[in-house]
T-cell receptor
Framework: GEDVEQSLFLSVREGDSSVINCTYT??????LYWYKQEPGAGLQLLTY?????DMKQDQRLTVLLNKKDKHLSLRIADTQTGDSAIYFC?????????FGSGTRLQVQP | GAGVSQSPSNKVTEKGKDVELRCDPI?????LYWYRQRLGQGLEFLIY????????KSGLPSDRFSAERTGESVSTLTIQRTQQEDSAVYLC????????????FGEGSWLTVV
């Protein structure tokens, strides 16, 4: 199985909050990342968190890290239709990143 | 340049032909990565270069795939005798150092093998 797991799909209404979850297996991960991929585009770095932090907030984005449970989440406040995309979480262990398979976020007007 | 640059952005090739994909990392970035993303799937690690160290080739799917990097600059990913299952987006990324540094991706090279 994959080292990083995410649910495949999330649908929310415009204006609601979205929470995308991710679990990882390697406790030695140093950084954890969230990337966004819009249709036909490359990967865009959204935010990242160092493994000794519990939370990081950046405008509408809040990242929560539970190291004990190896659980990472991305909360998007006031979700907009422009937030519709695939969101990848990734862990950095020292070499390349290991990515989840991505969560497709669909925002309904 | 300001970001990771990849070329070509789109490539259609006939089955059995060789293709070369190019990546220009962000200036000063010592680490360079290649990933593959098939349609509807997640990212698949291919190869990693870090400075003058031997590259980590553990993700290359077959001996038809190879990659080179000139010093700490341009990298080329070569796929020989392309097959239809090679159709994917090939993403290059770079970072200042291999461990714990933020990794920035290019827009990708979309390869279609017909």
């Amino acid at each position: 199985g994959e080292d990083v797991e995410q649910s495949l799909f999330l649908s929310v209404r415009e204006g609601d909050s979205s929470v995308i979850n991710c679990t990882y297996t390697d406790s030695s991960s140093t950084y954890l990342y969230w990337y966004k991929q819009e249709p036909g585009a490359g990967l865009q770095l959204l935010t990242y968190i160092f493994s000794n932090m519990d939370m990081k907030q950046d405008q509408r984005l809040t990242v929560l890290l539970n190291k004990k449970d190896k659980h990472l989440s991305l909360r998007i406040a006031d979700t907009q239709t422009g937030d519709s995309a695939i969101y990848f979480c990734a862990e950095s262990i020292g070499r390349a990143l290991t990515f989840g398979s991505g969560t497709r976020l669909q925002v309904q007007p | 340049g300001a970001g990771v640059s990849q070329s070509p952005s789109n490539k259609v090739t006939e089955k059995g032909k060789d293709v070369e994909l190019r990546c220009d990392p962000i200036s000063g970035h010592t680490a360079l990565y290649w990933y593959r993303q098939r349609l509807g799937q997640g990212l698949e690690f291919l190869i990693y270069f870090q400075g003058n160290s031997a590259p980590d080739k553990s993700g290359l799917p077959s001996d038809r795939f190879s990659a080179e990097r000139t010093g700490e600059s341009v990298s080329t990913l070569t796929i020989q005798r392309t097959q239809q299952e090679d159709s994917a987006v090939y993403l290059c990324a770079s970072s200042l150092a291999g461990q714990g540094s933020t990794i920035y991706f290019g827009e990708g090279s979309w390869l279609t093998v017909v």
